[in-house]
């Protein structure tokens, strides 16, 4: 029994620590508890609030409390000093029912709830009616209870005590904020007591507020019944917004700023649920609109600068109600919205952080009430915007948006300026101009290369990042586990150095770098170029006054030309060829039309004077070649622009022979006239400074252009100028291309003489010139065959049969065989070829009468090879390698030739090399033959005038050529220069001794012996020929070494350089140089240059200066008539019909004068009889 009493005993300690909860609840609701001990209680609940919303029991607990609660709001009185013991228990109950979770439990008690706190708001203090709110909005989220036409009944009269020592009624009437009462009590310290009178919730303007969002809580809920009440509550809402103390009140001393700024904040909550419900109720807001702009300017004006939030969130509302057509109604208010002391104040964290809402709101507004806007706002607008685009503490978004509005203004000031008859709407025009072309300047000189900067750091860092990662994931254990010395070290040395002095920092408002965007800027620069296209259009659309009159013109000032001619800063990449996007296109085309917008003069006066500005650009970016191609697809730019092109073409043509890459042309037919009195010029300049030019590749791309640009058929003037040319071009084409050439040339060339811009019955007098190219072209590349067979095709179906044919017959053979040869193809071009046949009929059968020509192989001798032996063979058997050394030589001159290959083809050529000499001398015996004094004596060398002996081993002397030839070709390659230079060097050295001790000395042998069977040491000479004449000037470099090295080892060996000069070897060298010079004609590579350069410089020299003292007189005599020669043909040559031979004669009579101390007429003196001949006498009277 006493076991079980004992169970029986034992209660759940959580369900009495609720049955204690519910006691101090109970203790809550009993009239004769003190307030002491209430509060006590309250505050014991409240602490313990969340672990009795947790608890089992909650349910029950809600249902008693919420009643006691309830029941303590309603019937207790309100009171207004906030150290009351009940004023603290009111809003400690306020709190707690605000922390009651929305969910079902709570439904039962929401109605009585909302019902009591609606109440409160009327009669109750600042402080509880602020809960109130929060709970209405709160339950009203949750739950959406139906509507009730309670909440607008008539409320009860307000009850209130009056205290014993203060008129609590009174004063509450005149407080609208938390006041300080003070006693003559004295606190324990000595300090007085001090209450705080809390204002009364109806005049409080904290909830005031606060009431606009409730306003709106209850219109989203009960949309339909309330639509009328918000209709008649909206002239109040206008009424409040213009309220504003006075001018005199402001500035009075006893002025209280802070409820100023809750009054104002009131203000701009209500304007915020205006804008908000103003779409809805606009025939209404509209009757009372003269009110709303009167307050919302009133409100930007008196808006006190410190209350940046206040500010902002009035722009809000004003942005949304100025995006109604109630904007319009601010168009007479403008030049206040302009003012940025109205606009933005004067604060500096309104300035800093409100502009870009504040600018966008402006420029919104401005642009869609632009029509209606007098000239005087409009230039206001464009003062302001036109600051925006420069400010570079803006976001480069409002500058563009800046850029975009001043743009919409163009028309705009054009027609007001039409309307008002004034010249100012051009004048601000242009400096709108100025402005976006100094932003073009500023963006080239500051922005683009800190963007330029940021990519290549990018570019860097995303290179550096894996092996950063590498090494931080090394180290990072390491530094995690133990302190860094580094950081201890420079903390220490902070502290014992004292406060650092701080890194001055600039002044003004730039933004910093990581700020800078690409895509943005290039947003900025498309709308910048549009603007400047759409302004220079309004420019020249806006009629100036002359006189009492409005004339429209397109002429522009000179001061206002000189802004469309600012050059712009160096480009940061150059020649370098990227994709053209779509959006890079259009802007380029849209600058380019900010020209053809233009009066004539004014376009030819821009580009006359910066037409090598716009040159040197589009060579460095081609991307800019879009700008000229624009111009000249222009039709009223474009004759203008190709004179211009033209004109600065010809005064720098002989600039085009030096290696350059730019090159201009330009079509159309519109341009005949404009190109008529420039043609012969062109074709003729074109041509003579192409045969003296070291690179006349481009000169001919020049007439390639021409003659297509106008060829075709449309061009009658042009053909008639082209007449008188024709005789000497078709001359000079036909041996140019019968030359010998690179073949990209010699195919320029064939096309040429089959382009030229001429009609064919023009061409029928000079129809055999064309046979060769004709020829050439068919047995050319794909492009040249199918231009050969459309050629050819005219010819057969215009011409005569028999005319024809005499004028095919000394080509017959090779034309007829070329036709032949095409019809192999498997494309378009067998088909003409074979179209082209057949309209010969049978002649293309007659005709082939010529043996085909086949390659045959004549040698007496057996061809270099390779002996190989086996074991069951007596005989060895012979592998030829001329073929091997062709194909290692074919593989080193190819530029696409793979690495390891061309190495291997080195080691071909070099074994072959190496087996073909002969290096078992010794070493003592080449000493002392070289040694002997016969080498030092004149009378041992033989002249070898007339033939020199070659070896009759045709076959292998031209495979040991070869070889030699691929030696100098690797030792230009980079990757082989290495082993390869070495090996140069020695057979070099040992091909020169090998014809030393040949051609002098004791030993020197006849130029003809009877029995040589070895290979003579000229043949290295030939493989030099080869190499120096080359087109490749990397060749030359190998090939100079090669010259050098055999004059110097001669020198070494002769003892003098003029003993090296009598070898047989250094005057085969000379021999062959001028042959090499005379086969070469036009094309006259820098290594002859470099070769003319060492072989004869010093014997020029020698027969220029006097001979020295001691010299015997067959010397003095060899030097004299060396001398006479040299200056017989350069008086002769001076009357040369060549320009370039006429003034290089001069010259070099000037030089030979300078030597001898004497003047031109003196050296010229003894050969004036030359000059009779070739020049006829003139009678003089």
Same mark, same amino acid.
């Given at each position: 029994?006493?076991?079980?009493?004992?169970?029986?005993?034992?209660?759940?300690?959580?369900?009495?620590?609720?049955?204690?909860?519910?006691?101090?609840?109970?203790?809550?609701?009993?009239?004769?508890?003190?307030?002491?001990?209430?509060?006590?209680?309250?505050?014991?609940?409240?602490?313990?609030?969340?672990?009795?919303?947790?608890?089992?029991?909650?349910?029950?607990?809600?249902?008693?409390?919420?009643?006691?609660?309830?029941?303590?709001?309603?019937?207790?009185?309100?009171?207004?000093?906030?150290?009351?013991?009940?004023?603290?228990?009111?809003?400690?109950?306020?709190?707690?029912?605000?922390?009651?979770?929305?969910?079902?439990?709570?439904?039962?008690?929401?109605?009585?709830?909302?019902?009591?706190?609606?109440?409160?708001?009327?009669?109750?203090?600042?402080?509880?009616?602020?809960?109130?709110?929060?709970?209405?909005?709160?339950?009203?989220?949750?739950?959406?209870?139906?509507?009730?036409?309670?909440?607008?009944?008539?409320?009860?009269?307000?009850?209130?005590?009056?205290?014993?020592?203060?008129?609590?009624?009174?004063?509450?009437?005149?407080?609208?904020?938390?006041?300080?009462?003070?006693?003559?009590?004295?606190?324990?310290?000595?300090?007085?007591?001090?209450?705080?009178?809390?204002?009364?919730?109806?005049?409080?303007?904290?909830?005031?507020?606060?009431?606009?969002?409730?306003?709106?809580?209850?219109?989203?809920?009960?949309?339909?019944?309330?639509?009328?009440?918000?209709?008649?509550?909206?002239?109040?809402?206008?009424?409040?917004?213009?309220?504003?103390?006075?001018?005199?009140?402001?500035?009075?001393?006893?002025?209280?700023?802070?409820?100023?700024?809750?009054?104002?904040?009131?203000?701009?909550?209500?304007?915020?649920?205006?804008?908000?419900?103003?779409?809805?109720?606009?025939?209404?807001?509209?009757?009372?609109?003269?009110?709303?702009?009167?307050?919302?300017?009133?409100?930007?004006?008196?808006?006190?600068?410190?209350?940046?939030?206040?500010?902002?969130?009035?722009?809000?509302?004003?942005?949304?109600?100025?995006?109604?057509?109630?904007?319009?109604?601010?168009?007479?208010?403008?030049?206040?919205?302009?003012?940025?002391?109205?606009?933005?104040?004067?604060?500096?964290?309104?300035?800093?952080?409100?502009?870009?809402?504040?600018?966008?709101?402006?420029?919104?507004?401005?642009?869609?009430?632009?029509?209606?806007?007098?000239?005087?706002?409009?230039?206001?607008?464009?003062?302001?915007?036109?600051?925006?685009?420069?400010?570079?503490?803006?976001?480069?978004?409002?500058?563009?948006?800046?850029?975009?509005?001043?743009?919409?203004?163009?028309?705009?000031?054009?027609?007001?300026?039409?309307?008002?008859?004034?010249?100012?709407?051009?004048?601000?025009?242009?400096?709108?101009?100025?402005?976006?072309?100094?932003?073009?300047?500023?963006?080239?000189?500051?922005?683009?290369?800190?963007?330029?900067?940021?990519?290549?750091?990018?570019?860097?860092?995303?290179?550096?990042?894996?092996?950063?990662?590498?090494?931080?994931?090394?180290?990072?254990?390491?530094?995690?586990?133990?302190?860094?010395?580094?950081?201890?070290?420079?903390?220490?040395?902070?502290?014992?150095?004292?406060?650092?002095?701080?890194?001055?920092?600039?002044?003004?408002?730039?933004?910093?770098?990581?700020?800078?965007?690409?895509?943005?800027?290039?947003?900025?620069?498309?709308?910048?170029?549009?603007?400047?296209?759409?302004?220079?259009?309004?420019?020249?659309?806006?009629?100036?006054?002359?006189?009492?009159?409005?004339?429209?013109?397109?002429?522009?000032?000179?001061?206002?030309?000189?802004?469309?001619?600012?050059?712009?800063?160096?480009?940061?990449?150059?020649?370098?060829?990227?994709?053209?996007?779509?959006?890079?296109?259009?802007?380029?085309?849209?600058?380019?039309?900010?020209?053809?917008?233009?009066?004539?003069?004014?376009?030819?006066?821009?580009?006359?004077?910066?037409?090598?500005?716009?040159?040197?650009?589009?060579?460095?970016?081609?991307?800019?070649?879009?700008?000229?191609?624009?111009?000249?697809?222009?039709?009223?730019?474009?004759?203008?622009?190709?004179?211009?092109?033209?004109?600065?073409?010809?005064?720098?043509?002989?600039?085009?022979?030096?290696?350059?890459?730019?090159?201009?042309?330009?079509?159309?037919?519109?341009?005949?006239?404009?190109?008529?009195?420039?043609?012969?010029?062109?074709?003729?300049?074109?041509?003579?400074?192409?045969?003296?030019?070291?690179?006349?590749?481009? =000169?001919?791309?020049? $007439?390639?252009?021409?003659?297509? !640009?106008?060829?075709? *058929? +449309? &061009?009658? #003037?042009?053909? @008639?100028?082209?007449?008188?040319?024709?005789?000497?071009?078709?001359?000079?084409?036909?041996?140019?291309?019968?030359?010998?050439?690179?073949?990209?040339?010699?195919?320029?060339?064939?096309?040429?003489?089959?382009?030229?811009?001429?009609?064919?019955?023009?061409?029928?007098? =000079?129809?055999?010139? $064309?046979?060769?190219?004709?020829? !050439?072209?068919?047995? *050319? +590349? &794909?492009? #040249?065959?199918? @231009?050969?067979?459309?050629?050819?095709?005219?010819?057969?179906?215009?011409?005569?049969?028999?005319?024809?044919?005499?004028?095919?017959?000394?080509?017959?053979?090779?034309?007829?065989?070329?036709?032949?040869?095409?019809?192999?193809?498997?494309?378009?071009?067998?088909?003409?070829?074979?179209?082209? $046949?057949?309209?010969?009929?049978?002649?293309?059968?007659?005709?082939?009468?010529?043996?085909?020509?086949?390659?045959?192989?004549?040698?007496?001798?057996?061809?270099?090879?390779?002996?190989?032996?086996?074991?069951?063979?007596?005989?060895?058997?012979?592998?030829?390698?001329?073929?091997?050394?062709?194909?290692?030589?074919?593989?080193?001159?190819?530029?696409?030739?793979?690495?390891?290959?061309?190495?291997?083809?080195?080691?071909?050529?070099?074994?072959?090399?190496?087996?073909?000499?002969?290096?078992?001398?010794?070493?003592?015996?080449?000493?002392?033959?070289?040694?002997?004094?016969?080498?030092?004596?004149?009378?041992?060398?033989?002249?070898?005038?007339?033939?020199?002996?070659?070896?009759?081993?045709?076959?292998?002397?031209?495979?040991?050529?070869?070889?030699?030839?691929?030696?100098?070709?690797?030792?230009?390659?980079?990757?082989?220069?290495?082993?390869?230079?070495?090996?140069?060097?020695?057979?070099?050295?040992?091909?020169?001794?090998?014809?030393?001790?040949?051609?002098?000395?004791?030993?020197?042998?006849?130029?003809?012996?009877?029995?040589?069977?070895?290979?003579?040491?000229?043949?290295?000479?030939?493989?030099?020929?080869?190499?120096?004449?080359?087109?490749?000037?990397?060749?030359?470099?190998?090939?100079?070494?090669?010259?050098?090295?055999?004059?110097?080892?001669?020198?070494?060996?002769?003892?003098?350089?003029?003993?090296?000069?009598?070898?047989?070897?250094?005057?085969?060298?000379?021999?062959?140089?001028?042959?090499?010079?005379?086969?070469?004609?036009?094309?006259?590579?820098?290594?002859?240059?470099?070769?003319?350069?060492?072989?004869?410089?010093?014997?020029?020299?020698?027969?220029?200066?006097?001979?020295?003292?001691?010299?015997?007189?067959?010397?003095?005599?060899?030097?004299?008539?060396?001398?006479?020669?040299?200056?017989?043909?350069?008086?002769?040559?001076?009357?040369?019909?060549?320009?370039?031979?006429?003034?290089?004669?001069?010259?070099?009579?000037?030089?030979?004068?300078?030597?001898?101390?004497?003047?031109?007429?003196?050296?010229?003196?003894?050969?004036?009889?030359?000059?009779?001949?070739?020049?006829?006498?003139?009678?003089?009277?």
């Amino acid at each position: 029994m006493q076991a079980q009493s004992s169970n029986m005993g034992v209660i759940d300690p959580h369900t009495t620590q609720m049955n204690q909860f519910r006691s101090y609840v109970t203790m809550l609701g009993d009239p004769g508890c003190k307030d002491v001990l209430k509060l006590k209680a309250t505050q014991e609940i409240s602490k313990h609030f969340e672990m009795i919303l947790k608890s089992d029991h909650y349910p029950s607990f809600l249902d008693h409390s919420v009643k006691i609660f309830l029941k303590i709001l309603e019937d207790g009185e309100p009171h207004f000093i906030a150290e009351y013991n009940i004023q603290q228990v009111r809003k400690l109950i306020l709190e707690m029912l605000y922390r009651l979770p929305t969910n079902e439990t709570l439904r039962p008690y929401v109605r009585p709830i909302l019902l009591l706190m609606l109440k409160l708001l009327e009669i109750d203090n600042e402080e509880n009616v602020l809960v109130c709110l929060k709970i209405i909005i709160e339950l009203h989220k949750q739950y959406r209870p139906q509507f009730s036409d309670e909440i607008f009944e008539p409320r009860p009269p307000i009850k209130v005590k009056d205290l014993s020592e203060v008129n609590v009624e009174e004063l509450l009437k005149e407080t609208f904020t938390m006041t300080i009462i003070q006693t003559e009590k004295r606190n324990k310290d000595g300090t007085l007591i001090t209450y705080y009178l809390i204002p009364k919730a109806v005049l409080s303007l904290k909830v005031l507020q606060e009431l606009p969002i409730i306003v709106v809580l209850m219109y989203q809920l009960y949309k339909q019944s309330v639509h009328q009440d918000v209709s008649d509550f909206i002239p109040l809402i206008m009424n409040t917004i213009t309220l504003q103390p006075t001018l005199e009140q402001r500035q009075a001393e006893t002025f209280n700023k802070e409820i100023f700024v809750d009054f104002m904040g009131a203000q701009i909550k209500t304007l915020s649920f205006l804008a908000y419900i103003i779409k809805i109720y606009q025939e209404v807001v509209q009757n009372h609109s003269a009110m709303m702009v009167q307050g919302m300017l009133g409100l930007l004006t008196l808006c006190p600068m410190e209350v940046a939030h206040l500010r902002r969130e009035l722009l809000i509302a004003a942005r949304h109600i100025l995006a109604t057509d109630l904007r319009n109604k601010f168009v007479p208010h403008m030049e206040r919205l302009f003012d940025e002391d109205v606009l933005l104040g004067r604060g500096w964290t309104t300035h800093e952080s409100l502009r870009p809402l504040a600018y966008s709101t402006l420029a919104d507004l401005v642009h869609h009430v632009r029509q209606q806007l007098p000239l005087a706002d409009l230039t206001r607008a464009v003062h302001l915007f036109s600051k925006n685009v420069h400010d570079d503490s803006l976001a480069t978004t409002i500058q563009t948006m800046s850029c975009k509005l001043l743009l919409n203004l163009v028309d705009c000031i054009r027609n007001r300026s039409d309307e008002e008859n004034s010249n100012e709407g051009r004048e601000l025009l242009m400096r709108m101009l100025e402005v976006f072309v100094l932003k073009f300047k500023t963006i080239a000189k500051i922005q683009l290369p800190i963007l330029v900067s940021k990519c290549e750091q990018r570019k860097q860092d995303s290179q550096n990042l894996p092996q950063i990662q590498q090494q931080g994931n090394q180290e990072k254990a390491e530094q995690d586990m133990k302190p860094n010395p580094a950081e201890i070290l420079e903390n220490a040395l902070a502290s014992a150095q004292g406060p650092q002095p701080k890194e001055e920092k600039s002044k003004f408002g730039f933004p910093q770098h990581n700020n800078y965007n690409v895509a943005d800027y290039r947003s900025l620069v498309k709308t910048l170029v549009c603007g400047v296209k759409t302004i220079t259009w309004g420019c020249s659309a806006c009629k100036t006054t002359t006189g009492q009159s409005l004339v429209q013109s397109k002429h522009f000032q000179p001061h206002e030309t000189l802004v469309f001619g600012i050059q712009g800063g160096a480009p940061q990449r150059i020649n370098q060829q990227t994709v053209r996007t779509k959006e890079e296109k259009e802007v380029l085309e849209h600058f380019s039309g900010v020209f053809t917008m233009m009066n004539s003069q004014t376009f030819h006066e821009i580009f006359s004077t910066t037409i090598e500005y716009l040159v040197e650009r589009v060579y460095k970016n081609p991307t800019l070649q879009t700008v000229p191609n624009t111009l000249l697809a222009n039709p009223t730019t474009s004759p203008i622009f190709a004179t211009v092109l033209v004109e600065y073409l010809l005064e720098r043509m002989e600039e085009m022979g030096s290696n350059l890459e730019r090159m201009s042309h330009c079509s159309r037919r519109r341009n005949e006239h404009m190109l008529r009195p420039h043609l012969h010029q062109i074709v003729n300049r074109s041509m003579e400074l192409a045969m003296s030019a070291m690179e006349p590749y481009n =000169y001919f791309l020049l $007439l390639r252009a021409l003659f297509r !640009s106008i060829g075709g *058929g +449309s &061009h009658d #003037l042009l053909y @008639q100028e082209f007449l008188p040319l024709l005789p000497n071009l078709l001359e000079g084409l036909n041996r140019l291309q019968s030359g010998l050439h690179k073949q990209h040339m010699k195919d320029l060339f064939v096309e040429l003489c089959l382009t030229v811009p001429v009609r064919l019955s023009s061409l029928l007098p =000079y129809l055999p010139m $064309l046979m060769d190219p004709l020829v !050439s072209a068919l047995n *050319g +590349s &794909h492009v #040249l065959i199918s @231009q050969g067979l459309r050629t050819l095709e005219l010819c057969v179906d215009n011409l005569q049969h028999v005319y024809l044919y005499d004028n095919i017959q000394p080509v017959r053979a090779e034309l007829m065989q070329a036709l032949w040869r095409t019809l192999r193809n498997n494309d378009q071009v067998a088909q003409v070829a074979f179209k082209v $046949l057949g309209k010969f009929g049978g002649g293309n059968r007659k005709m082939m009468i010529e043996p085909q020509k086949l390659e045959y192989v004549s040698s007496d001798f057996d061809p270099p090879s390779v002996l190989a032996r086996f074991h069951d063979q007596e005989q060895p058997i012979q592998f030829p390698v001329s073929k091997i050394i062709d194909t290692a030589f074919n593989a080193l001159k190819q530029s696409n030739t793979d690495p390891f290959y061309r190495k291997q083809a080195w080691a071909v050529i070099n074994c072959y090399l190496t087996a073909s000499r002969n290096l078992n001398d010794d070493e003592n015996t080449l000493i002392k033959l070289f040694l002997h004094p016969s080498f030092q004596d004149p009378n041992t060398i033989p002249s070898i005038k007339g033939s020199t002996y070659k070896s009759i081993y045709k076959q292998a002397r031209e495979t040991h050529q070869t070889a030699l030839t691929g030696m100098f070709v690797g030792a230009a390659i980079k990757e082989l220069r290495e082993p390869v230079v070495p090996a140069l060097v020695s057979v070099v050295r040992h091909y020169t001794m090998v014809a030393v001790a040949q051609q002098s000395g004791a030993f020197a042998y006849s130029p003809k012996p009877n029995k040589q069977v070895a290979l003579d040491p000229l043949v290295l000479v030939d493989a030099l020929a080869i190499i120096m004449g080359h087109e490749e000037r990397e060749l030359c470099k190998p090939g100079q070494l090669g010259l050098v090295l055999i004059v110097d080892t001669a020198s070494t060996l002769l003892g003098s350089r003029e003993m090296a000069c009598r070898l047989p070897l250094i005057e085969y060298l000379a021999e062959k140089n001028v042959c090499t010079v005379l086969r070469e004609s036009m094309r006259f590579p820098v290594g002859l240059w470099i070769w003319l350069r060492i072989i004869y410089k010093e014997c020029l020299l020698f027969c220029v200066t006097p001979p020295p003292e001691g010299s015997d007189q067959q010397t003095r005599d060899l030097q004299n008539e060396a001398l006479h020669k040299v200056t017989h043909e350069l008086v002769r040559q001076v009357t040369s019909s060549h320009t370039m031979v006429r003034k290089q004669s001069m010259a070099s009579l000037r030089l030979l004068a300078e030597k001898q101390n004497k003047t031109v007429t003196a050296v010229m003196e003894p050969f004036k009889d030359v000059l009779a001949d070739m020049v006829p006498l003139k009678n003089i009277f």
